[in-house]
């Protein structure tokens, strides 16, 4: 069976054992022994030790590098953590800028509601929408704005006929007033020759009648 994750992280046995053996092998009781079979016996016992190291050594790497990698995996968790923090943090700021939000339709002077429900369309004042204050709020500002337009379009619609009763107005006085210099101009005339007949017949007396009976003189 192939090694696992888990067994690079089992710790070697302890090494304790070997090391009482070679303490033996060096003792006095070994003195009296083949030396090439103590020699063998020590051989084997070294290279169980370096077996051990070499165990240690790569449970301990493996152990330094899980360490390192649930740090990492730590750090991360709360990386994400703060991050999550932080975006909860503005949410409810934003939250907060909400509620405090004026908005500008509270200063605008719109039909009361009463007026809203006798003049709006019916489509825009059901059950439904009466009950739901959002959408109540919206189809009131609707209905104002139709009706807002409505009366500008009434208004320029209204200015384009005084500019037109003005027009015709100053076209019936600069008439009228061309009428009167044309009268003024004749009276003018009929002065200058009433004036021109009075001098004339002043100049030009007529005689004097004669009376039908007197006799003419001899």
């Known amino acids: 069976m192939a090694p696992t994750h888990d067994d690079d992280l089992l710790l070697p046995p302890s090494p304790d054992s070997e090391l009482d053996a070679l303490r033996d092998l060096v003792s006095s009781a070994f003195l009296n022994h083949d030396p090439a079979l103590v020699q063998i ?3 084997a016992l070294f290279a169980r030790l370096k077996a051990l190291n070499r165990a240690a050594n790569h449970a301990t790497r493996a ?5 390192a990698d649930a740090r990492h995996e730590m750090d991360q968790t709360h990386l ?3 991050n999550l923090l932080y975006e909860k943090r503005h949410l409810e700021r934003e939250i ?3 509620r405090r939000f004026a908005s500008i339709h509270q200063d605008i002077p719109v039909h009361s509601l009463e007026e809203f429900t006798q003049l709006a369309p019916e489509e825009a004042r059901t059950e439904e ?3 739901d204050e959002h959408q109540l709020m919206l189809n009131r500002l609707s209905f104002e704005l139709s ?3 409505r009366l500008d379009q009434r208004r320029k619609e209204l200015v384009k006929e005084k500019e037109a009763l003005l027009k015709e107005s100053r076209t019936k006085a600069a008439t009228m007033d ?3 210099a044309h009268i003024d101009g004749l009276l003018k005339s009929a002065l200058e020759a009433q004036k021109k007949v009075n001098d004339l017949v002043q100049s030009n007396p007529l005689p004097p009648a004669t009376n039908p009976s007197t006799p003419a003189p001899s």
């Open 129 to 131: 929408v009466l009950a």
């Open 96 to 98: 907060e800028k909400c």
């Open 41 to 43: 016996r020590a051989g």
């Open 178 to 180: 061309s009428v009167k």
């Open 80 to 82: 994400t953590l703060q």
């Open 63 to 67: 152990h330094k590098q899980a360490t």
């Open 147 to 149: 009706e807002r337009q």
